[in-house]
């Protein structure tokens, strides 16, 4: 009975810490360490090895033989919505953490999460993270909102989130699934899972479809977490490949966004700021395509945009950009006017100015 009880009291506390892998050898022994010598030690971590053609598979395996707190998971590429789900399916934990393999987490991180779930009992614990690139670390943004750590109840996770809807590349607290603690019972019982339809802001989407459910959030002004910062356009989610439309993600996410507001305010309200966000991403993603535009690719990149200020969702939206300081004037109107060629022309220029000379300048 005393092993039953034991049992029981370790899955209570059990953290199941969750990296979807995909050919990042270069980084994955420093993520992987970095979990594994935790100073809270009840946690097990899952591996999920999201067909790597590099070492990274045999590089998960070999940490699994050396640690019976570490599984692996290998599976067909399917990209990092598909991994996270394997590993939610698979966790056994009461809460759930996820890391990015590339990133890597402070050697208190999980004891800090877990020691404020127990002083709180919110229902999401977010942790503090830095962004790291090569050797320039700069801080997360959270300072726009919090000087200090703070629970937030039902009425300040809306008001934050309105702050986010009015300036979606500013307010980074519901832009990550990484670096914080979900309570796996209200996960698993309420089926909220990635969404593998999409390519990004499906961290955004999960975050939302979670929040339905949870009543008060703690942010904790600790960094725990740092971020991998790549240069210019390697990263997954800035990389347009064949299909710039998996770059639109945020077009699902702002559903989800909506559909939590809907209990909580006007639905003209949710209208207007969703549709002011809407165009908002539509310029910030516009600017990352065009920064990759080639000769290989121009053509693609010239028809999608075509297509995209002609669609009506865009269109009925320009109706509720609001610009501010920092916001972009020109683009709404060359997208009203539907042309095509200028509005490349100026996100050209954006992405020179605002992705390769900050590049340059590290």
């Known amino acids: 009975m005393e092993n039953v009880e034991n049992t029981h009291a370790f899955l209570e506390g059990l953290v199941s810490i ?5 050919n990042c050898e270069k980084y994955l022994r420093l993520c992987i360490d970095s979990v594994i010598n935790q100073s809270y030690r009840n946690i097990e971590l899952i591996l999920i090895d999201d067909g790597s ?3 990274s598979g045999e590089i998960c395996d ?3 033989l050396r640690d019976h707190r570490i599984s692996v998971i290998h599976k067909k590429n ?3 919505a598909a991994a996270r789900n394997a590993g939610i399916e698979k966790s056994r934990g009461s809460f759930l953490f ?3 393999a590339d990133d890597s987490i402070e050697k208190n991180a999980i004891r800090s999460v877990m020691e404020n779930y ?3 009992k919110a229902d999401l614990i977010i942790g503090d993270f830095r962004k790291i690139k090569e050797d320039d670390i700069t801080d997360s943004g959270h300072n726009r909102v919090f000087s200090d ?5 039902k009425e300040d996770i809306i008001a934050y989130t309105r702050y986010y809807l009015g300036k979606p590349n500013r307010f980074p607290l519901f832009a990550y699934s990484w670096g914080r603690l979900f309570k796996s019972s209200i996960v698993k019982a309420n089926r909220i899972l990635f969404n593998t339809g999409l390519h990004t802001f499906e961290d955004v989407a999960f975050n939302f479809d979670y929040l339905n459910y949870a009543n008060e959030i703690f942010f904790l002004k600790e960094t725990i977490y740092d971020h991998l910062v790549h240069d210019n356009y390697a990263s997954a989610t800035m990389t347009i490949g064949n299909d710039p439309r998996k770059m639109f993600g945020f077009r699902q996410a702002l559903g989800n966004i909506g559909t939590f507001l809907e209990n909580c305010k006007s639905k003209a309200e949710i209208k207007k700021e969703v549709g002011h966000a809407y165009v908002c991403l539509t310029i910030i993603q516009f600017v990352r395509i065009c920064g990759q535009m080639n000769s290989g690719n121009e053509r693609m990149i010239y028809e999608f945009i075509g297509e995209t200020i002609n669609d009506s969702n865009l269109r009925d939206n320009l109706q509720f950009y609001s610009p501010t300081q920092g916001d972009s004037r020109i683009l709404p109107i060359l997208m009203k006017l539907r042309l095509v060629w200028p509005i490349i022309l100026v996100c050209k220029y954006k992405a020179n100015k605002r992705y390769r000379k900050r590049g340059a300048g590290r």
Not at 18 to 22: A, E, G, H, K, W
Not at 149 to 153: E, F, P, V
């Open 78 to 80: 399917s990209g990092p």
């Open 118 to 120: 127990g002083r709180r």
């Open 53 to 55: 053609t590099d070492g």
């Open 62 to 64: 070999g940490y699994a």
């Open 149 to 153: 750590s703070k629970l937030l109840t």
């Open 98 to 100: 996820f890391v990015d």
């Open 18 to 22: 969750i990296v979807p892998v995909y």
